[in-house]
């Protein structure tokens, strides 16, 4: 069956440092999407990313965060410069259609962030 | 996108159904009602979405209340796997794209 697929599955770094996770989206989805959990707390939307550009984004989602989508394959969340409080776990999804009403979401098994 | 209430947490014996209530009194005429489940250390999962029919798939089944101001989410014989938090999202068609988890109800199987 197909997945998503994200790596790192565990990255560490220190404070101010930048930090690329990358995505491998199911190949025939067309929306593409980052969420985070940090520990013990809800499932929180980051961004959505459609036909190249965002078409949402969260007001956690500031100019510390990007998304690129580089090689029509994979999916990156990019934070310029972290801070402690990015410490949590980074879900990847995608869909096959616009999530509006309907769209079926898949997420891969996130890549935990921890920021010292 | 509208408001849902779930119970924190519930307890099921292995291999009995589950019922899983939600609450959207609030609901409008285009949400959709979906239902997502994290198992523990993984992302979350799709689980089914109905608008106004009850709907089955191989996972679970989805019971809408007629006014769809509530509905159930049906497991129909509980395996220690389907330990997990599940989550109620209403999504509007029209509205935004990025899902809004709660924090879902905790279903604890016992063996």
New interface residues.
């Given amino acids: 069956e197909p997945e998503v697929t994200q790596t790192p599955s565990h990255q560490v770094t220190q404070m101010g440092q930048e930090v690329i996770l990358r995505c491998v989206p199911i190949s025939n989805h067309l929306y593409f999407y980052w969420y985070r959990q940090i520990l013990g707390q809800k499932v929180e939307f980051l961004v959505s990313f459609y036909n190249n550009e965002i078409s949402e984004k969260s007001e956690i989602f500031d100019d510390q965060f990007s998304v690129e989508r580089p090689d029509g394959s994979n999916f990156t969340l990019k934070i310029r410069s972290t801070k402690l409080e990015d410490s949590a776990m980074y879900f990847c999804a995608s869909s096959i259609r616009e999530g509006r009403g309907t769209g079926e979401l898949f997420f891969g098994e996130g890549s935990r962030l921890t920021v010292l | 996108d509208a408001k849902t209430t779930q119970p924190n947490s519930m307890e099921s014996n292995e291999e009995e159904p589950v019922h899983l209530p939600c609450n959207h009194s609030t609901i409008s005429g ?1 949400d ?1 009602i979906h239902w ?1 489940r ?1 198992l523990p250390s ?5 689980v089914i ?1 109905g608008l106004t029919s009850n709907v089955n798939n191989r996972m679970a089944s989805l019971a809408i209340a007629e006014d769809r101001k509530s509905s159930t989410l049906i497991l129909h014989r509980a395996t220690l796997r389907d330990a997990a938090v599940y ?1 109620c999202i209403l ?13 879902g109800t905790h279903l604890i199987i016992q063996p």
């Fill in positions: 285009t959709y997502y994290q993984q992302g979350p999962e799709y979405h989550y999504r509007d068609k029209g509205g935004a794209d990025g899902l809004t988890f709660g924090k």
